[in-house]
């Protein structure tokens, strides 16, 4: 990706609302035993959450622990209104965060320290942590919030909280692709102590995964930017921005993209701990 094109990047935003009554019923939706696709046009008003401790503030659960499916995530899209926030917005100490911006800006303040966040904007909270969350703005604040319950180990510490930008962060090419499949990463991927990576990737119109993934790490993928088509355990599936995909661990996975756009995509990850054992 140029230069340019970091300084202005487009992240999609759910509008809500709902469908007129003339609108056909069948969509794209998908719940499968290796993954699970919610199209944009399901993140309507009537399908949104509440939580305790928070004000101003509406919830789109997109991914949560499921037996027997996808187990190590939760994932929400978070619509603030202007004022609305939490003093408490986390109620499980083992549980650790990232956040994304998309639309409007927050003040985060994580263990006395406070930082601006704009769309764009990257932060980790560490498990633990005594941090907030408003938006101090006169527009709806939108940001994406993963959690994680944090797998500690004796004798490995555990990671700081920080934040990043992603028009800041050079995209690192995939071997032998000329730039055309990169990824921005917001964690240090040689940082042991992150038991979660939260990635961007892009892929430039044409571009292609070129080969079925088969791994372990289970993923949650929000479409930022432009249409690609992913290959999910042998279907094809047509996505666009605004969409959300969820695979199992071992889900096999490939796509290609579409334009005019670049194809972007908020990726999580489970990564560098070993398998739990029963």
Request: hydrophobic share 40%; proline share 9%; charged share 15%.
């Given at each position: 990706?140029?230069?340019?094109?970091?300084?202005r990047?487009?992240?999609?935003?759910?509008?809500?609302?709902?469908?007129?009554?003339?609108?056909?019923?069948?969509?794209?939706?998908?719940?499968?035993e290796?993954?699970?696709?919610?199209?944009?046009?399901?993140?309507?008003d009537?399908?949104?959450?509440s939580?305790?401790?928070?004000?101003?503030?509406?919830?789109?659960?997109?991914?949560?622990?499921?037996?027997?499916?996808?187990?190590?995530?939760?994932?929400?899209?978070v619509?603030?209104?202007?004022?609305?926030?939490?003093d408490?917005?986390e109620?499980?100490?083992?549980?650790?965060?990232?956040?994304?911006v998309?639309?409007?800006?927050?003040?985060?303040t994580?263990?006395?320290t406070?930082?601006?966040?704009?769309?764009?904007?990257?932060?980790?909270v560490?498990?633990?942590?005594?941090?907030?969350?408003?938006?101090?703005?006169?527009?709806?604040?939108?940001?994406?919030?993963?959690?994680?319950?944090?797998?500690?180990?004796?004798?490995?510490?555990?990671?700081?909280?920080?934040?990043?930008?992603d028009?800041?962060?050079?995209?690192?090419?995939?071997?032998?692709?000329?730039?055309?499949?990169?990824t921005?990463?917001?964690?240090d991927p040689?940082d042991?102590?992150?038991?979660?990576h939260v990635?961007i990737?892009?892929l430039?119109?044409?571009?292609?995964?070129?080969?079925?993934?088969?791994?372990?790490?289970?993923?949650?993928l929000?479409?930022?930017?432009?249409?690609?088509?992913?290959?999910?355990?042998?279907?094809w599936?047509?996505?666009?921005?605004?969409?959300?995909?969820?695979?199992?661990?071992f889900?096999?996975?490939a796509?290609?993209?579409?334009g005019?756009?670049?194809?972007?995509?908020?990726?999580y990850?489970?990564?560098?701990?070993?398998?739990?054992?029963?």
């Amino acid at each position: 990706m140029t230069q340019d094109a970091r300084q202005r990047p487009s992240y999609h935003v759910p509008a809500g609302g709902l469908p007129p009554q003339s609108q056909l019923t069948t969509d794209r939706a998908m719940f499968t035993e290796a993954f699970v696709v919610i199209p944009k046009g399901t993140l309507s008003d009537i399908v949104t959450s509440s939580l305790p401790f928070w004000t101003g503030a509406r919830f789109w659960v997109l991914a949560r622990p499921l037996s027997g499916f996808a187990e190590t995530f939760s994932q929400y899209i978070v619509e603030l209104a202007p004022d609305g926030g939490s003093d408490r917005p986390e109620t499980d100490p083992q549980a650790e965060g990232a956040l994304f911006v998309v639309e409007g800006g927050l003040s985060l303040t994580v263990d006395g320290t406070t930082h601006a966040l704009t769309a764009g904007g990257f932060a980790f909270v560490p498990a633990g942590s005594d941090w907030t969350v408003h938006n101090p703005n006169g527009a709806n604040a939108v940001f994406h919030w993963i959690r994680k319950r944090y797998q500690a180990l004796e004798g490995l510490a555990h990671p700081e909280a920080f934040v990043a930008q992603d028009q800041d962060i050079p995209p690192a090419a995939m071997p032998d692709t000329n730039g055309a499949w990169a990824t921005t990463r917001f964690m240090d991927p040689a940082d042991m102590r992150h038991d979660m990576h939260v990635t961007i990737v892009t892929l430039q119109p044409g571009a292609s995964i070129p080969f079925d993934e088969t791994h372990v790490m289970e993923h949650g993928l929000y479409v930022l930017q432009g249409k690609g088509v992913y290959h999910l355990n042998q279907q094809w599936v047509e996505v666009e921005a605004g969409d959300f995909m969820w695979l199992r661990a071992f889900c096999p996975q490939a796509c290609y993209a579409g334009g005019p756009q670049p194809f972007r995509y908020l990726l999580y990850k489970d990564v560098n701990r070993h398998a739990p054992l029963p």
